[in-house]
């Protein structure tokens, strides 16, 4: 091609012309293609297309925050039906964790790293290097908190504002699916990440309960019909709640329901009785997932939680024939158990029960108080039709020899989540699960996920051995061998336990179950001391002194003897407190310990 160097061009000739005479709906279809930031860019380019790309900024989720002032943006969305009309899914971003836990988590790290790095005094290394730029990360990641603290108080945003919800709810016509999510954060600080991850897993258990009730109340308020319902971390005290059935009315038509439960201790036998009814009461569910985490066992996440960290599993069992009785969900298509105690009978019959329609199947984390998983799938085999089946995790057979396995995971670990997470911390966990895999290396034979599918799906050969058992490397964890019980004892016995429990409506109890506020003070809580002497769990009081008149900055460090200053743990600690705390204005008066 020939260029001239002297062509003069004529600036009128460089004016676009205007976009191309189109009917609105291929305009529609073109918006539908693109990503949001192009959306938000071209609809303030020409009038014609600002209501019809308005559609599509919100389609078809708009994302609550406890940092932005999302209602606030929502009643202004309100007021544009183009916008409102493509949203047919909320979700509701409602985990927070308080500056006490927030500081423990990063002070635990800043004294480790910083021990550490005193050790490697003059050496030249890459790994003193990286040690240097944590302990400093540590401490740009307590501002980072600090601006978030600051940002959840301005924007106060109150999930439990039923007549503010109301008014969302109403105005949304299309609205099908509800999210929630309690377990992830927006932070994108790898720092703040594992602090989050290791610290807000139980917490805010009253609050959580109480914004579900006002959310629920206001669903049946408007007559809203839902398709889909998922949170990633229920409390158990909600299925205590009185008239549970009813205020769960408005999920009846569900067909698609995913419930993970949070706990910090052995869940009451009326949390199970709740959630029968609960369940039971929705006719149309297709896809059902519902039981515990086990996500969290060997991330650096176990607590009491869950049926692992138990001394007494049968404490867990969940007999399936008391809590269902006989029911079936005759249009079930999709399960997905996890992190449960059952017994063979009772999870096989139960199974069966759904086999002319289940076709997807997930159990993960499960331990069998009774029978044997040999014995349960090759039952299973024989009964379901399943096109796909995902067994993986720990699975122990607490009365079979040889039946304690773990089966690696054939498709990524949080792929349900990955709809409601943050993509950040989506992919902060999966490299959080993978980073722990190597540890089982000792324990784990490739392909065993695969091969335990085809023995269901494709009559492939038993694959599992002795050689595949966890047992020998259990040593640090022992369970107590459960006796055999019949149906009528078991009958007796969890009668028995129901009645115990009566009137016992403190029962799931731990740090900041019911908050960081105060119920005395009706302040913030930045501290905690144990007890009544006030010190806190490293014996240490509000001046930072020991029983002995130590003070902690000059306390022993047992474990690094050959430091001649070492920094405790509790001193990093009230370090990271004392530099959120001077960074949030409302919080300067505020006295903490030395």
Not at 226 to 247: A, N, W
Not at 383 to 406: F, K, M, P, V
Not at 564 to 571: I, M, R, Y
């Amino acid at each position: 091609m020939s260029t001239n160097n002297n062509l003069q061009v004529d600036k009128k000739s460089l004016k676009l012309p205007y976009p191309p005479i189109l009917p609105n709906e291929l305009w529609a279809q073109i918006f539908s293609l693109l990503n949001l930031k192009d959306i938000q860019a071209v609809r303030l380019t020409w009038r014609q297309w600002t209501d019809i790309a308005s559609y599509y900024l919100f389609k078809p989720m708009f994302v609550f925050r406890r940092n932005r002032k999302d209602i606030e943006i929502f009643e202004n969305v309100m007021n544009n039906p183009g916008m409102v009309a493509g949203i047919s899914a909320l979700r509701f971003e409602t985990g927070q964790m308080g500056i006490f836990c927030i500081a423990s988590r990063l002070g635990e790290l800043y004294s480790l790293e910083t021990n550490l790095l005193e050790t490697m005094e003059g050496a030249n290394s890459r790994s003193a290097e990286g040690i240097v730029a944590s302990v400093g990360a540590r401490m740009v990641a307590a501002s980072v908190d600090s601006r978030w603290n600051i940002q959840v108080h301005d924007a106060g945003q109150d999930f439990k504002d039923s007549s503010r919800l109301a008014k969302i709810l109403q105005s949304i016509t299309a609205l099908k699916k509800i999210h929630i999510t309690r377990t992830s954060t927006c932070w994108i600080d790898d720092n703040l990440l594992h602090a989050w991850a290791v610290g807000t897993q139980n917490y805010y258990f009253k609050k959580s309960n109480e914004e579900l009730i006002s959310l629920f109340k206001v669903i049946e308020d408007k007559n809203q019909s839902l398709e889909e319902f998922k949170h990633d971390q229920i409390p158990v005290t909600f299925f205590s709640l009185p008239r549970i059935g009813v205020l769960m009315q408005p999920l009846s038509n569900l067909r698609t329901l995913h419930i993970i439960f949070g706990a910090t201790q052995t869940p009451m036998k009326v949390f199970w009785i709740g959630l029968g009814s609960v369940l039971c009461s929705m006719q149309a569910l297709e896809d059902l997932r519902f039981g515990f985490s086990y996500t969290d066992i060997g991330l650096e996440l176990t607590h009491t939680g869950v049926w692992n960290c138990s001394h007494d599993v049968s404490c867990w069992y969940v007999p399936l024939w008391m809590i269902f009785g006989s029911h079936t969900w005759s249009h079930l298509k999709k399960l997905k158990l996890e992190g449960m105690v059952f017994c063979e009978k009772g999870l096989a019959e139960f199974l069966e029960r759904h086999a002319a329609n289940i076709r997807e199947l997930d159990l993960s984390g499960i331990a069998l108080w009774q029978g044997s998983f040999e014995g349960l799938f090759r039952r299973l085999r024989n009964s379901l039709r399943l096109d796909s089946c995902h067994i993986w995790g720990l699975l122990r057979a607490l009365q079979t020899h040889n039946e304690d396995w773990y089966i690696l995971p054939s498709k990524p670990v949080f792929y349900s989540e990955r709809e409601f997470w943050p993509p950040r911390y989506a992919a902060y966990m999966e490299d959080c699960f993978h980073g722990f895999l190597p540890s089982l290396n000792h324990c784990r034979r490739e392909g065993l996920g695969k091969m335990l599918q085809e023995f269901l799906i494709s009559d492939g050969p038993w694959p599992m051995t002795d050689k595949d058992t966890l047992a020998p490397y259990l040593g640090q964890r022992s369970f107590r061998r459960p006796g055999s019980y019949t149906t009528e004892e078991l009958k007796q016995r969890w009668s028995s336990d129901v009645a115990l429990e009566k009137g016992n409506r403190d029962w799931d109890r731990g740090w900041g179950v019911d908050g960081d506020i105060s119920p005395f003070t009706h302040k913030e809580v930045l501290e905690n001391y144990t007890d009544r002497r006030q010190y806190d769990c490293f014996g240490f009081n509000k001046a930072g002194y020991d029983d002995n008149g130590t003070h902690h900055t000059n306390a022993v460090v047992s474990q690094w003897p050959n430091l001649d200053n070492p920094l405790h743990e509790a001193t990093a600690r009230r370090r990271i407190l004392k530099l959120i705390k001077d960074q949030i204005p409302r919080l300067y008066d505020v006295e903490i310990g030395e």
